[in-house]
């Protein structure tokens, strides 16, 4: 079952950045957003108080569809670490483990392209908060295991150049 709840999507306030988000009636949103200088990240983040944000563990996916010439990462944000290009603060796959602006982990799996879907699963019910990975249905494992996070976290992307992504909205069976 789906969540009633529509996804909206805002940017970080980069100038001259592009965000366009359509919604179609079975809740999946189209999303186009395009960077306005190369090498300086746009971040787009969840903006609606959507039910699943607010459950203490959550998983969501995104289907990249066009990413030619450029560099996607997908994560997870705060509202206060959502910052415009390389300020924000996060935790974020690209194929490496990044906090948004360092590589943590290099090599934890491959680099997004057209086609992939990635998953980014939020545990937070016992002991640490862990922040798991998946690229095209295959579990990469912990990203991020962390002391006890209470902030609300949103799913979040970081652009360097133009893409086109799918974001289905999550079903209350995948938490």
Known sequence: MALTNTSSWIGDGSDQ???KSSSSEDGV?????????KGT???IRLDAMNDFVQ????FFEIQATNTSDSSLAVGLVSKNGF???WKTKGYFYNGNITNGSAGLILGFGSPIKSGDTIGVYLHRESGPCRVIFYHNHRCLGDGFSLAVINDVLYPCLHLSGKATVKFPMPARDNF
């Not at 949103?29 to 200088?37: D, L, V």
């Not at 459950?55 to 959550?58: L, Q, R």
Request: charged share 10%; glycine share 4%; net charge positive.
């Open 17 to 19: 950045s592009v965000l």
């Open 29 to 37: 949103s189209t999303i186009s957003f395009s960077s306005a200088k």
């Open 41 to 43: 990240p746009f971040n």
């Open 55 to 58: 459950m203490k563990s959550f």
């Open 83 to 85: 910052l415009p290009g």
